[in-house]
């Protein structure tokens, strides 16, 4: 493709956009006038038009840092489909398809390749771009260069020597998640502390947020897919054999569902992947190895079986749902064995004690996000350091306001049991204390004789439950791994006692279990006027049997949101049609006679 001066014209001829998104066009700028950059924005905020469109615009190809040969493929098919010729250098190539590449960077005619950051830094590939002209350098997922963020990689720590290596080539940091504290890590470990920080909104307007208590989570799985019949989506589960578990199980259950974790052998992982990318209606159950850079625009649900290990880590997970902007759900299920065994994982991990303190302070502001009687909206975001007023709108606790109740005398009985039993057990069997029941444990240790026994009587097992995790999201009682989960007071907890500090929990509502959220396929349907169904549905059939023929993914051809636009503008002409939102002249030249067919026979 030839170089394209103006960026405006890029986006609309390539991409078909008539107009950038939010501070796309001053990040643009600022790259093709050659400036370093750092950009920071949300899931589907259009992050890669923001190094694509100056690589079309600059001469000389653009390299691409990509953490994931899949991630790499995938992104390359969707930029031929548009005309850009792009290519991925890594370790799955054959001998002929790296020699395409070499020819390509020698005779100046490729405009995009993606690189692994190991492949970066072998002297051998700085050789072969010795003699090649680089339009610009981006490092996409750049928070995986800090140690404090949740997908830390040594191998991109060799970035750093970009500047020196490759002098005066403009260079660029994305990423979609990252606190204050990775922020200022990525630009002191890739040397761009003279680079334009970009940053907007990370709020998704279109995600609801649903972060429930577990209980029979498979019966709460199926009650919140009932919402997403016909829908993609994913689950996320910790382990790999709960992966292997879940996908059996749904798909006993009538939900077509595949696994997809890190243990896989490669063939049967990269198959499960693309039927993911390929599929309208496909459930993946996954462990976090899954859903970095996945571009897939309409995954309308991302569900938790299991806590993440971080805010940053849950807000990535969730914001692969709904890229296009379309509603979709973040629905989530926890319980006091979630924090237990995040946090024996992180004491039991190789880090040093600093980094294990951070990780331990991230898993704490996750799990008071999950207890906040307030809006998780405002919650999530506050964690990012961007102010949020409140009352979102779209999440549990706004749709469906949360009681509080005072529980100082409640605190005060369930900090006494872990006190008075020697701070050497967990929460199952101090609920057992404070309610009475005499078992073979509390007989063992002689509990049955202490004054605190049976003193919780008056409050059932399940709120001694809800008490002990909003302790834990308080500060005031912590985890002891070293003792096998056994829980224990805090200094802070000193003030309760004293009744100098009062303590309000919220109250768990009555079959909590049961969704809050009546959201799901209904409304994204709902997007679409009446009149317009039949004929979406339409050109969603033909979208499908195109990316059959052509062996790609749905949404590479259009996504759902084009789709809509033709369903409501229902051009019957070439130019008509290249006017629509999305449509580029590749894409009409190749796809445009099909669509025009069906919108003409619709009528």
Known sequence: MSKLADPLSVLKSVYGYSAFRGKQQAVVDQVVAGGDAVVLFPTGAGKSLCYQVPALCRPGVALVVSPLIALMRDQVEALKQLGVKAAALNSTLSREEYGAIRRGLEDATLDLLYVTPERMATSGFRAMMANVEIALIAIDEAHCVSQWGHDFRPEYRSLDQLKDTFPGVPRMALTATADPHTREDIIERLALQDAEVYTTSFDRPNITYEIIERDQPRRQLLDFLARHKGDSGIVYCLSRAKVEETAEWLDGQGIRALPYHAGMDRERRDAHQDAFLKEEDLCLVATVAFGMGIDKPNVRYVAHLDLPGSVEAYYQETGRAGRD???????????????????????????????????????????????????????????????????????????????TWDGTDAAIKAMAAIYRTGERFGAGHLIDVLTGKETERTERFGHTAMPVFGAGSDLPAKTWQSVYRQLLAAGLIAVDHEAYGALKLTPDARAVFRHERAVRFRTDRPGRGKSSSKRGSAEKRAAIPDENHALFEELRATRTALAKENGVPPYVIFPDTTLIALAAERPTTADAMLAVSGVGQTKLQRYGEDFLAVIRAHG
């Not at 902007?325 to 994982?345: F, H, I, N, T």
Request: negative net charge; aromatic residues 4%.
């Open 325 to 403: 902007g379309l509603p979709s759900e973040a629905w989530m299920v926890y319980g006091m064995a979630d924090v237990v065994q995040r946090g024996r994982m992180i004491d039991n991990g190789n880090a040093v004690d600093e980094i294990k303190r951070v990780e331990r302070a991230k898993l704490n502001a996750l799990l008071g996000i999950c207890e906040t009687s307030g809006c998780r909206r405002q919650a999530i975001l506050a964690h990012f350091g961007e102010a949020h007023p409140g009352g979102c709108g779209n999440c549990d606790t706004c749709l469906k306001p949360v009681d």
